[in-house]
């Protein structure tokens, strides 16, 4: 199943801390005619280097579906990051 | 697989195998279905590689905490299959001229997929006076 939501936090120093909230599928869906160009200069690429296309596709949007549960937390005395895939 | 498992348990129960044979043929039918779906992480085993690292270093406490999908791992390196043989030997040279004698043109996607499988035993504990590291599969 593909990612739902990526949540970011990231706080520095003292100052609040940002959140971003991003909702995948719409991004997906906004983001569908630039998505459709870059894979087409994708396969263009792939085949130029001599990769199944197909399989390359399938490769990469199964490395994004399994995404989804990834979560990265870096705190140090000033700066706390917070990145989590769902 | 339930259907089977059920007929083995109806001959134990009937007397036609013993608990013996009825335990073989439940392991081998496990083992079917472990290979039917070696590509997909099993349900209980480990579900996520963990990273903590606890660094103090510099005197400030610096703490990530990475975890990582073990089926991501498994797409990566079912994606990183996908290289090309001049692009590996490429690779190669590179690895080699840093020391290290990995040739990456023998690994095999079974292998790789096998050194994800072990990776869901993998324990690894570093303590060090100011840095701690810890890796391990959950």
Redesign the interface.
Known sequence: MMPQLVSVRVQSGQRRSLRFWIPVLPVLVVLSPLLLVGLLVLLVGLAGARVNPGRAVVGLWDLFCSASGLRLDIHDHENNIHISVT | MGEQRRQILEMLAEGKISADEAERLIGALEGEGGVATASEPRKSGP??LRVLVDDQSNG??????????I??L???V??AG???QQ?LEKANDEIRRSGVPIDLTRLKPEDIDELVDSLEELTVDVNEANTKVRVFAE
């Open positions: 579900k996520y400030e406490p610096t703490q990530v905490n990475v975890r990582v999908p089926r991501l498994r797409a990566g079912r994606l996908l290289i090309p692009a």
